[in-house]
């Protein structure tokens, strides 16, 4: 018992550390400044306002299924749809509790068995799992139970709740901590096997799904169906999976553990010094500082990169080989072309403003923010290259996208041209919002590199407030469109109104005084 | 020359770290700033280097103000942190090529200005490395190196002996005198009161957030040791002879 009193207790400290956002109570007990109270107020009504959103499609959703006589569809959807989010977020939280943090070299020291730290991870990854669980099924629940009037859906909901992280990070962790353990044998860097492992892993089971061509969830209804002492059975189930992995990562790591971070030099030829513009070297320490960290590639890159590889898989699960045709039709055709044309805008506006990479440019420099601070090159400048760096990689994004939109949708190369075009305008947007905010407060006090990148509130902040505008954008040409507004209209609009934001941000950060 | 007259700064409201702070830096002097932990000696050397927003008062290195001609201040000083934070996932090399084209050195004169220090302070074989993987003190070797690329009126060093091996402050002491020796201000922290009773010209005691005593060590020698003056104005009292801290040893 003692045993597992210190498991909690290392599992509380685990999280107070990697999720600084915990550390919130101790904000609200100082006197809290302007600053805090206003972005308070509008992350939270932001919230509320997606979270509104969120319970309307729902509620239209199960109206929908329930007209078709699918009623029963609805929880296993939401199940399945908690289930992807889960193993997506699960296997972040894997890799930066795991791997990223630098807890484990502290932690080592106290006289606690490695299976007793990595069970320790191991809770917090699932109690965050349950966190992001609530927040997704609390509505599936309420909808559920308003309109079925039937209170046994809870047991239902609470059991899959239970168990679900369980199911989708267990296989994650036991494989992570198999690689953790080779990467000590051969003294080699964890992340990259751990990552790798992951990697293969989601890779294989992406297979399975493409060659099992829409078998999967056959058996849907079965859970939904089963008998409630075996989900109240479920329930117990999650603490089975605890214990499993303690006694797992005990046989897997042993009773010592050592981290082998030392890598070998960076090729680079014989000693030479050869000087560059303060731009091009600015940009060049930019792009080296942030590909040579897998926190900041593996975090800022991720919502550049799973948009197209979502719409890809999301369509060749969904459509059959007719309704892709059919679509590739409409996009050709003329009277739907320019429709085509702004929602391969609406896709790509929506991936940029999901932008970690600018709003964290200034909090990633961390404790060697003086180095900026004393060089005689000024903010202002040195904020405009950090611009053009994060829009080069939302540039990679845009690119991808389209040539998803050429190969798998044919989209004319016009139609491609007007999309990157103004694509590429409404990312510099998000990009200049993004280091306009990160300039003003940078978060520079951080242990972990995911903590600068990831719980960051300019981040929050940024994301939130493109999102915001990228609303006003689709509501603004809805409206346009609804009162019969021709193509180049709407695409002039488009362009005059971002060029006009830029110009208005630009000013906000050549007018930052140091 | 620096000159630094009627500095005030506060982090909280009505709570003043630097009260009217004002003392001088001639040129070709070695200032050491003493003090004890938290009277401003760090966010003094910060307000000179700029990073902290002045809030009252004037600085300026020569004929540039920091407020007036931020960057022609800035390309005449230089500065050597104590944490030894520089960029972790550049290479040493890549450091060093960083900050000299920031501040616009001819690829000749930064060859000149790199490889004799390079040597002196034997870092050569770690500048292929990236900075993160390298020890406190071949970092802190590092950006000594950098922090001379564009030699600076002023250099500024916050603790610079930490971390690092006695060959190296050797080095470093060397450094200090051959810049002051040319003409070239140098301004450090330190609470090793040999090594500023060694080097230094002048030395500045700070207390509660100004100047409590400017001592000239150059042409004033003196029967009474540096760390006797200093606990004797820090601590208002004359120190007794064989002072000892009791131990409670059961």
């Not at chain 1, 193993?87 to 606690?112: M, Q, T, Y």
């Not at chain 1, 080699?188 to 999967?216: D, E, K, P």
């Not at chain 1, 989900?231 to 006694?247: N, S």
């Not at chain 1, 990160?438 to 590199?449: H, I, V």
Request: with cysteine; hydrophobic share 50%.
């Amino acid at each position: 018992m003692y045993r597992w009193r210190k498991v909690f207790q290392l599992s509380k400290t685990i999280s107070k550390i990697n999720f600084s956002f915990l550390n919130f109570r101790y904000k609200l007990k100082e006197r809290p400044d302007t600053y805090f109270i206003v972005l308070t107020c509008f992350v939270l009504s932001m919230i509320g306002v997606f979270y509104y959103y969120y319970f309307q499609m729902l509620g239209r959703l199960y109206d929908g299924l329930s007209r078709l006589g699918l009623g029963a569809l609805f929880c296993w959807l939401a199940l399945f749809a908690a289930a992807m989010i889960l193993s997506i977020a699960g296997a972040f939280l894997l890799i930066n509790i795991f791997c990223f943090s630098k807890d484990i070299e502290h932690l080592l020291l106290f006289p606690v068995r490695p299976c007793d730290i990595f069970t320790s991870k191991y809770i917090t990854v699932i109690l965050f799992c349950y966190g992001i669980e609530i927040i997704l099924l609390l509505p599936v629940c309420i909808i559920q139970m308003h309109y079925m009037g039937d209170i046994s859906v809870i047991l239902t909901y609470i059991s899959a709740a239970a168990i679900l992280p369980h199911i989708v990070v267990f296989p994650l962790a036991v494989l992570v901590t198999i690689c953790l353990k080779i990467a000590m044998l051969l003294k080699r860097r964890r992340t990259v096997l751990a990552v790798t492992g992951i990697i293969v892993y989601f890779a294989g089971g992406m297979i399975g799904v493409l060659l099992s061509n829409g078998q999967i969830g056959a058996e849907r209804d079965a859970y939904i169906r089963l008998h409630p002492g075996i989900k109240l059975f479920c329930i117990i189930l999650a603490a089975v999976f605890i214990c499993g992995y303690y006694y797992l990562s005990n046989l897997v790591i042993g009773k010592k553990y050592a981290i082998y971070d030392k890598e070998g030099r960076i090729r680079s030829k014989a000693m030479k010094y050869n000087s560059s513009s303060k731009l091009r070297s600015y940009f060049k320490k930019e792009y080296q500082t942030f590909f040579r960290d897998p926190a900041y590639v593996i975090n800022g890159l991720f919502g550049i990169f799973i948009t197209p590889f979502l719409l890809t898989l999301s369509f060749r699960i969904s459509a059959d080989a007719e309704s892709i045709e059919q679509i590739r039709a409409l996009v050709s055709a003329p009277e739907f072309s320019f429709y085509a044309v702004l929602s391969a805008l609406a896709v790509i506006v929506l991936t940029s403003a999901i932008n970690v990479v600018a709003s964290s440019s200034f909090s990633r420099e961390g404790a060697s923010f003086w180095i900026t601070k004393i060089i005689p090159y000024p903010l202002k400048q040195q904020a405009f290259v950090k611009v053009l760096f994060s829009t080069s990689i939302s540039i990679m994004g845009i690119i991808i996208n389209c040539l998803i939109f050429k190969i798998y949708f044919n989209y004319s190369f016009i139609q491609i041209g007007v999309i990157s075009f103004v694509g590429i305008l409404f990312a510099a947007l998000w990009n200049l919002i993004g280091v306009f905010i990160d300039m003003k407060r940078p978060k520079l006090e951080w242990t972990n590199e995911t903590e600068a990148i990831k719980q960051n509130v300019n981040v929050v902040l940024s994301v939130l407030l493109c999102i915001a505008v990228s609303t006003g954008y689709f509501y603004a040409a809805a409206k346009m469109l609804q009162n019969g507004f021709a193509a180049g209209g709407v695409i002039t609009f488009l362009l005059c109104s971002v060029c006009i934001l830029i110009l208005l941000v630009c000013k906000g950060i050549a007018s930052h005084q140091e | 020359m620096l000159e630094v007259s009627g500095l005030s700064f506060h982090y909280q409201p009505h709570v003043p770290v630097l009260t009217d702070l004002t003392f001088s830096v001639l040129d070709g002097e070695i200032a050491g700033l003493l003090g004890k932990n938290g009277v401003g000696k760090t966010t003094a050397l910060k307000l000179i280097l700029g990073l902290l927003p002045l809030e009252k008062g004037s600085i300026c290195l020569g004929n540039y103000s920091l407020y007036l001609h931020p960057m022609q201040y800035k390309k005449r000083i230089n500065y050597v942190s104590d944490s030894h934070d520089i960029y972790n996932n550049l290479t040493g090399k890549e450091y060093l090529n960083f900050i000299a084209d920031m501040y616009e050195v001819p690829s000749e004169t930064r060859g000149k200005i790199y490889t004799p220090l390079i040597e002196a302070f034997q870092v050569e074989k770690y500048l292929n490395s990236p900075v993160k993987r390298l020890s406190h003190g071949t970092k802190q070797k590092i950006a000594i190196i950098a922090s001379l690329v564009n030699d600076p009126l002023l250099w500024v060093l916050d603790e610079p002996m930490t971390g690092l091996d006695v060959e190296a402050v050797r080095v470093l002491k060397e450094l200090i005198r051959s810049r002051a020796a040319c003409g070239k201000s140098v301004l450090f922290s330190s609470h090793i009161l040999e090594i500023c009773e060694n080097l230094c010209d002048k030395i500045v005691i700070m207390q509660a957030g100004t100047i409590k005593k400017t001592i000239e060590l150059r042409g004033n020698p003196s029967d009474t040791s540096l760390e006797d003056i200093y606990m004797e104005v820090v601590n208002d009292v004359p120190m007794e002879k064989g002072f000892s801290i009791k131990q409670n040893n059961k």
